[in-house]
């Protein structure tokens, strides 16, 4: 019996060798300079039973789709026939022997076990490799292994229970890849060659488009407007301070503020006239409070929480994480679910963490006191669990980037097994002459999973007297107050993906992938955060080049998950920004330089595109997130079998093409958007 | 005593009686505040106060805006070459019959002058009485008929007002869908007085705006408030024409940025302040109605006035105000400058020469 098992990525496949061999593993190389083929033997279960094993890899997708030969170039048709002429899906040019190795290998085995990564994305690579295996040997049996993280049992156990290998999240994604495909060249060949006349930077330049990439332009170009609209007001408000028991007390106004000084005078003048100098306590109630400990983290939460807190880019925190789930020390880093599962043993994990030097002794007294069970989220993606460590590091085993995100990840699992902070609120409302004003106070009792998490802050306020209901107390001063109203600031890093998220475009897995995208494609460029107001115009910077032969443009649209998987059009490297994440803080867990807190200025292109496409007034926006978030939910629909895959992409199609007839036939108005933002 | 900051200020004191006029004017255009000879300034900070609440007071509070209020930069800059406009046509309440105490609709059973502009349908009713600017505050019985010709919402800042119709619209475009444009950040809210030991739960943080949908060619009375509400000011016109500024003192469930324009209200039993009419639930009857050619294009035109009030429309044409076009003052108080006793003179403040107005 011999059986051959492929992985995502070299390195996995080298650890699930490693594993499954129990040490006694031979390597042999392959045509690839990456990939290796590890054999050994493994006891499956049965009909396999005991068997020779080969385990390799592939190096992302195989395949790739592309438009037949002749309308390849720019000029070869117009734009709008790229929604329907015919789409091949063939092996990559530069995965051909990556193709030749797996079909050599499968002819002599009886069973093909697919270790790809679970999610869509990894299941259609699973389709793709179950494809050519079986151009080697029609008769292979296909299984697909279940796992979620890299650990020793866990891998064991995925090996023993393999499942069948699902054809419709394979089939969603080659309905996006479809659609990407004829989205991105449609629109891209249309802004490309429609605009370069309309600017002299846009002459050579290539405006690509992508459909998640224009709703995420567009809120950054939405909030940059809003900075560059933005009047500040003046208001006021009344405020009065008691002081008792030696304590100076402020009390706010129960209106808030207003926005008219007059009506703030006159009945300032009015408690003045009808009250004394004193005020009367209306109420003063204890309230026990909680600080909730956080929700199990998703793929999401930890590019939001990583930008935040660590200061780095939501990119190279996705990219960190992966290397940590390739290396064993996480679970799988890309998942939508925020509730652990009952069944999980979090005790065992928590006692892995026991080692660490700093959060040791936590972990430590966790898993001796018994823990509580972490708060259930409402998503489940039934695929992997939410995000948390497998296994302890520490540096030199790693470098430091590498242990902030670890201890993130860490940290944030110590904490959701934790309790609640708790603490107790003390409001007081105060009366004088008819006007409220009230204070509140908070007291810390139990810090909780505080102690484990030092991102998150909630401290004692200064504690408020003992005041008695009904009590009078003079004022010590009750004034009119003045206060002006602030820019809101710039979009950052991590509150676009919030964005993106809330509004449903990518997948939580891409949405990193698209930031970085806008920045490369220049129409969004990353600042030091704190520019407020220090930009009154849209950023101008050079659009990039467009290429030579290929008009394929920027089919990129929503591309898998980047992660290396690029399909080697070139355009697969690493954007040069991003990268460079100065650390230079010292504060080891809130660095504030990085990435992660910049904010996102749109380039005079990019707030050009937005208006443009805005002005020509679609009933569903280029700019705005329905469209995409429409095209999310049929592939979900072709994941749970509601729809097929040919469905989707007629109806998808569709949709865009109406959009793209109706800006086709305004276009003049994104002509003269670009000359207003580009030809100063 | 400090020397109080407008004492050393000259400058009034070289203001032609024109342009006392027309500051008069301004005055009451950018802050509501009916001018009536001296006394409509003099009295709102100059006010006799006992030492025990003078010491809790800012000392700037009781001078310094004084002379604020006077000499106001922008206010002086954007003097316009313009005369208040009508107040003379605008009749006497005194040369009215005296007044018949009637209840407007209950003893004229007319409905169909709740559509009707109220002004020149002088049917009997009460009156504020003249003279109510230079009073610091006084009760009137009642019951008086007034229609609202502007709601203002002043809890919410106006660039606030305005995203959230901004959105409105743009979403009744989208097929209804929203954007969700804001996330509830870590920091505080721009416009977020901090205080103290605020407290903030994990989740409980998540709190999405509310928004509402309207449509312009809503039928109805009502729109659904499209500025949110917080605290209004509304301007109230008699039967005479005469306008008055209104305020909730304590919030009132149906005035709001969105109601019909020219909706009948009559009120009783209420407290007028400096010659703001102050609203509580219990004073006021709403009876609807409303004055459709106010009420036109109004999301367009709150719009631009919004704008042009913070600034971000400058160079509008005369501006299209919020109907009706706000009257211009009438000054209803009389010339008694020589009311010497007034009471809320302050011993100390007295001497001061407003008499230049």
Redesign the interface.
Same mark, same amino acid.
């Given at each position: 019996m011999k059986i051959l098992c492929v992985a995502e990525k070299p390195s996995i496949a080298k650890t699930v060798a490693n594993i499954l061999g129990g040490g006694r593993v031979t390597i042999r190389n392959t045509d690839s300079p990456f990939i290796k083929n590890y054999d050994f033997t493994y006891r499956f279960p049965q009909p396999w039973g005991e068997a020779d094993v080969t385990m390799t890899s592939v190096v992302g997708h195989i395949t790739a789709a592309d438009f037949t030969p002749e309308v390849r170039q720019w000029h070869s048709c117009a734009p709008a026939q790229l929604f329907h002429s015919q789409v091949v899906v063939e092996v990559a040019d530069d995965k051909k022997n990556v193709a030749r190795n797996i079909k050599s290998e499968s002819r002599w085995a009886q069973g093909l076990m697919i270790w790809t990564d679970c999610d869509r994305e990894g299941e259609h690579i699973g389709m793709e490799v179950c494809r050519i295996a079986k151009e080697g040997n029609p008769r292979i049996i296909v299984k697909r292994a279940q796992f979620s993280n890299l650990e020793r049992d866990h891998i064991r156990r995925a090996a023993q229970h393999p499942r069948e290998i699902d054809e419709r999240l394979s089939d969603a994604v080659d309905a996006r890849i479809e659609i990407d495909l004829r989205l991105g060249a449609a629109f891209t060949r249309f802004q490309t060659l429609s605009l370069k006349d309309s600017a002299r930077k846009l002459e050579n330049a290539l405006i690509s488009y992508g459909s998640c990439q224009f709703p995420t332009l567009g809120?950054i170009v939405?909030?940059f407007k809003?900075v560059q609209?933005?009047?500040p007001?003046h208001?006021w408000?009344i405020k009065v301070s008691v002081n008792k028991d030696g304590i100076d007390v402020?009390f706010?106004w129960k209106?808030?503020?207003?926005?008219?000084?007059?009506?703030v005078?006159? *009945?300032y003048?009015?408690c003045?006239?009808n009250g /004394?100098?004193e005020g009367r306590i209306v109420s003063m109630i204890r309230k026990p409070?909680?600080?909730?400990?956080? *929700?199990p983290l998703t793929t999401v939460e930890l590019q939001r929480r990583g930008a935040?807190f660590l200061g780095m880019s939501s990119k190279k925190v996705m990219d960190i994480a992966e290397s940590l789930y390739t290396k064993g020390f996480i679970s799988y880093p890309r998942t939508e679910t925020d509730q652990f599962s009952d069944s999980m043993d979090l005790v065992t994990l928590i006692r892995k963490q026991t080692v660490d030097n700093n959060w040791g002794d936590f972990a430590q007294n966790l898993a001796n006191s018994g823990i509580r069970h972490p708060r259930k989220g409402k998503h489940d993606d039934h695929a992997h669990p939410p995000i948390h460590p497998v296994a302890h590091v520490s540096p030199p085993a790693v470098d430091l980037d590498h242990h902030k995100v670890y201890t993130l990840i860490a940290r944030h699992f110590l904490a959701c097994c934790s309790e609640d902070a708790k603490?107790e &609120?003390t409001e007081v409302v105060l009366d004088w002459a008819?006007e409220r004003f009230s204070?509140?106070?908070?007291r810390v009792i139990e810090r909780n999973y505080l102690d484990v998490y030092p991102y998150d802050r909630w401290t004692s306020?200064?504690p408020l007297p003992d005041f008695v209901q009904g009590e009078l107390v003079p *004022?010590?001063?009750? &004034?009119?107050e003045e206060?002006i &109203? /602030?820019?809101?600031s710039y979009l950052t890093e991590p509150?676009l993906i919030?964005?993106m998220d809330?509004?449903g475009i990518g997948t939580d897995a891409t949405i990193a992938d698209h930031i970085e995208t806008i920045l490369k494609r220049q129409y969004a460029v990353k600042v030091p955060k704190g520019a407020n107001g220090r930009f009154q115009q849209p950023i101008d910077i050079d659009p990039p080049k467009r290429g030579g032969g290929t008009g394929r443009g920027g089919a990129a649209g929503g591309r898998g998950r980047g992660r290396g998987r690029g399909r080697g059009r070139g355009r697969g490297g690493r954007g040069d920004r991003g990268g460079h994440d100065s650390e230079a803080g010292g504060d080891k867990l809130k660095g504030g330089g990085g990435d992660g807190q910049k904010e996102l200025i749109p380039s005079t292109l990019g707030a050009a595109l937005v208006e443009g496409y805005d002005e020509i007034?679609f009933?569903?926006?280029l700019t705005?997130?329905?469209l995409r978030k429409d095209m999310e939910a049929m592939m979900k629909d072709i994941c749970e079998g509601r729809k097929t895959r040919q469905q989707v992409v007629r109806e998808s199609i569709a949709m865009y093409e109406e959009v793209f007839q109706r800006a086709n036939g305004q276009v003049q108005l994104l002509r003269q958007a670009c000359r207003r933002y580009l030809d100063r | 005593m400090t020397t109080p900051y407008h004492r050393a200020a000259t400058e009034p004191q070289q203001l032609s009686p024109a342009l006392v006029t027309q500051l008069q004017y301004l005055f009451y255009e950018k802050y509501g505040i009916r001018p009536s000879g001296t006394y409509w300034i003099t009295p709102v900070y100059s006010t006799k106060l006992p030492s025990a609440k003078r010491s809790i007071a800012a000392p700037a509070l009781l001078y310094g805006r004084l002379e604020q209020f006077f000499l106001d930069d922008d206010l002086r800059r954007t003097i316009p070459p313009l005369q208040p406009q009508g107040v003379d046509q605008t009749p006497k309440s005194v040369n009215l019959p005296p007044t018949r105490l009637q209840y407007y609709y209950q003893n004229n059973g007319d409905d169909t002058i709740r559509e009707q502009d109220l002004v020149g349908c002088v049917r009997g009713s009460n009156f504020v009485p003249d003279g109510v600017a230079t009073m610091r505050s006084t009760t009137i019985t009642g019951p008086v008929t007034f229609q609202i010709a502007e709601v203002q919402e002043i809890g919410l800042s106006k660039s606030e007002q305005l995203r959230k119709i901004e959105e409105a619209i743009s979403e009744s475009g989208d097929s209804g869908r929203k954007v969700v444009r804001d996330v509830p950040t870590e920091g505080e809210h721009a416009e977020e007085i901090d205080g103290n030991g605020r407290v903030q739960n994990g989740t409980a943080m998540a709190t999405r705006l509310q928004f509402h949908t309207f449509n312009d060619a809503q039928p109805g009375n009502r729109r659904s408030p499209i500025v949110g509400k917080k605290f209004c000011k509304v301007l109230l016109q008699d039967l005479l024409g005469r306008c008055y500024w209104a305020l909730e003192s304590k919030p009132i469930n149906d005035l709001e940025v969105g109601l019909k324009l020219g909706t009948k209200v009559t009120l009783s039993n209420f407290t007028v302040w400096r010659g703001v009419i102050m609203l509580k639930p219990t004073s006021i009857v709403i009876h609807g109605g409303g004055i459709d050619e106010w009420n036109t294009d109004f999301t367009i035109k709150l719009m631009c006035w919004l704008k042009r009030q913070i600034g971000l429309e400058k160079s509008e044409p005369p501006p299209t105000p919020l109907n009706p076009p706000p009257a211009p003052p009438e000054i209803i108080g009389n010339d008694d400058e020589d009311d010497d006793d007034d009471y809320y003179f302050d011993d100390d403040l007295d001497d001061l020469d407003f008499e230049i107005l």
């Amino acid at each position: 019996m011999k059986i051959l098992c492929v992985a995502e990525k070299p390195s996995i496949a080298k650890t699930v060798a490693n594993i499954l061999g129990g040490g006694r593993v031979t390597i042999r190389n392959t045509d690839s300079p990456f990939i290796k083929n590890y054999d050994f033997t493994y006891r499956f279960p049965q009909p396999w039973g005991e068997a020779d094993v080969t385990m390799t890899s592939v190096v992302g997708h195989i395949t790739a789709a592309d438009f037949t030969p002749e309308v390849r170039q720019w000029h070869s048709c117009a734009p709008a026939q790229l929604f329907h002429s015919q789409v091949v899906v063939e092996v990559a040019d530069d995965k051909k022997n990556v193709a030749r190795n797996i079909k050599s290998e499968s002819r002599w085995a009886q069973g093909l076990m697919i270790w790809t990564d679970c999610d869509r994305e990894g299941e259609h690579i699973g389709m793709e490799v179950c494809r050519i295996a079986k151009e080697g040997n029609p008769r292979i049996i296909v299984k697909r292994a279940q796992f979620s993280n890299l650990e020793r049992d866990h891998i064991r156990r995925a090996a023993q229970h393999p499942r069948e290998i699902d054809e419709r999240l394979s089939d969603a994604v080659d309905a996006r890849i479809e659609i990407d495909l004829r989205l991105g060249a449609a629109f891209t060949r249309f802004q490309t060659l429609s605009l370069k006349d309309s600017a002299r930077k846009l002459e050579n330049a290539l405006i690509s488009y992508g459909s998640c990439q224009f709703p995420t332009l567009g809120f950054i170009v939405d909030r940059f407007k809003r900075v560059q609209n933005f009047r500040p007001e003046h208001f006021w408000y009344i405020k009065v301070s008691v002081n008792k028991d030696g304590i100076d007390v402020h009390f706010n106004w129960k209106r808030g503020h207003m926005f008219d000084r007059m009506a703030v005078t006159l *009945l300032y003048e009015r408690c003045m006239d009808n009250g /004394s100098g004193e005020g009367r306590i209306v109420s003063m109630i204890r309230k026990p409070t909680s600080k909730w400990r956080p *929700l199990p983290l998703t793929t999401v939460e930890l590019q939001r929480r990583g930008a935040l807190f660590l200061g780095m880019s939501s990119k190279k925190v996705m990219d960190i994480a992966e290397s940590l789930y390739t290396k064993g020390f996480i679970s799988y880093p890309r998942t939508e679910t925020d509730q652990f599962s009952d069944s999980m043993d979090l005790v065992t994990l928590i006692r892995k963490q026991t080692v660490d030097n700093n959060w040791g002794d936590f972990a430590q007294n966790l898993a001796n006191s018994g823990i509580r069970h972490p708060r259930k989220g409402k998503h489940d993606d039934h695929a992997h669990p939410p995000i948390h460590p497998v296994a302890h590091v520490s540096p030199p085993a790693v470098d430091l980037d590498h242990h902030k995100v670890y201890t993130l990840i860490a940290r944030h699992f110590l904490a959701c097994c934790s309790e609640d902070a708790k603490g107790e &609120t003390t409001e007081v409302v105060l009366d004088w002459a008819g006007e409220r004003f009230s204070t509140t106070g908070l007291r810390v009792i139990e810090r909780n999973y505080l102690d484990v998490y030092p991102y998150d802050r909630w401290t004692s306020s200064q504690p408020l007297p003992d005041f008695v209901q009904g009590e009078l107390v003079p *004022l010590k001063r009750a &004034t009119i107050e003045e206060g002006i &109203t /602030s820019a809101p600031s710039y979009l950052t890093e991590p509150e676009l993906i919030q964005l993106m998220d809330a509004n449903g475009i990518g997948t939580d897995a891409t949405i990193a992938d698209h930031i970085e995208t806008i920045l490369k494609r220049q129409y969004a460029v990353k600042v030091p955060k704190g520019a407020n107001g220090r930009f009154q115009q849209p950023i101008d910077i050079d659009p990039p080049k467009r290429g030579g032969g290929t008009g394929r443009g920027g089919a990129a649209g929503g591309r898998g998950r980047g992660r290396g998987r690029g399909r080697g059009r070139g355009r697969g490297g690493r954007g040069d920004r991003g990268g460079h994440d100065s650390e230079a803080g010292g504060d080891k867990l809130k660095g504030g330089g990085g990435d992660g807190q910049k904010e996102l200025i749109p380039s005079t292109l990019g707030a050009a595109l937005v208006e443009g496409y805005d002005e020509i007034g679609f009933d569903k926006s280029l700019t705005k997130p329905f469209l995409r978030k429409d095209m999310e939910a049929m592939m979900k629909d072709i994941c749970e079998g509601r729809k097929t895959r040919q469905q989707v992409v007629r109806e998808s199609i569709a949709m865009y093409e109406e959009v793209f007839q109706r800006a086709n036939g305004q276009v003049q108005l994104l002509r003269q958007a670009c000359r207003r933002y580009l030809d100063r | 005593m400090t020397t109080p900051y407008h004492r050393a200020a000259t400058e009034p004191q070289q203001l032609s009686p024109a342009l006392v006029t027309q500051l008069q004017y301004l005055f009451y255009e950018k802050y509501g505040i009916r001018p009536s000879g001296t006394y409509w300034i003099t009295p709102v900070y100059s006010t006799k106060l006992p030492s025990a609440k003078r010491s809790i007071a800012a000392p700037a509070l009781l001078y310094g805006r004084l002379e604020q209020f006077f000499l106001d930069d922008d206010l002086r800059r954007t003097i316009p070459p313009l005369q208040p406009q009508g107040v003379d046509q605008t009749p006497k309440s005194v040369n009215l019959p005296p007044t018949r105490l009637q209840y407007y609709y209950q003893n004229n059973g007319d409905d169909t002058i709740r559509e009707q502009d109220l002004v020149g349908c002088v049917r009997g009713s009460n009156f504020v009485p003249d003279g109510v600017a230079t009073m610091r505050s006084t009760t009137i019985t009642g019951p008086v008929t007034f229609q609202i010709a502007e709601v203002q919402e002043i809890g919410l800042s106006k660039s606030e007002q305005l995203r959230k119709i901004e959105e409105a619209i743009s979403e009744s475009g989208d097929s209804g869908r929203k954007v969700v444009r804001d996330v509830p950040t870590e920091g505080e809210h721009a416009e977020e007085i901090d205080g103290n030991g605020r407290v903030q739960n994990g989740t409980a943080m998540a709190t999405r705006l509310q928004f509402h949908t309207f449509n312009d060619a809503q039928p109805g009375n009502r729109r659904s408030p499209i500025v949110g509400k917080k605290f209004c000011k509304v301007l109230l016109q008699d039967l005479l024409g005469r306008c008055y500024w209104a305020l909730e003192s304590k919030p009132i469930n149906d005035l709001e940025v969105g109601l019909k324009l020219g909706t009948k209200v009559t009120l009783s039993n209420f407290t007028v302040w400096r010659g703001v009419i102050m609203l509580k639930p219990t004073s006021i009857v709403i009876h609807g109605g409303g004055i459709d050619e106010w009420n036109t294009d109004f999301t367009i035109k709150l719009m631009c006035w919004l704008k042009r009030q913070i600034g971000l429309e400058k160079s509008e044409p005369p501006p299209t105000p919020l109907n009706p076009p706000p009257a211009p003052p009438e000054i209803i108080g009389n010339d008694d400058e020589d009311d010497d006793d007034d009471y809320y003179f302050d011993d100390d403040l007295d001497d001061l020469d407003f008499e230049i107005l």
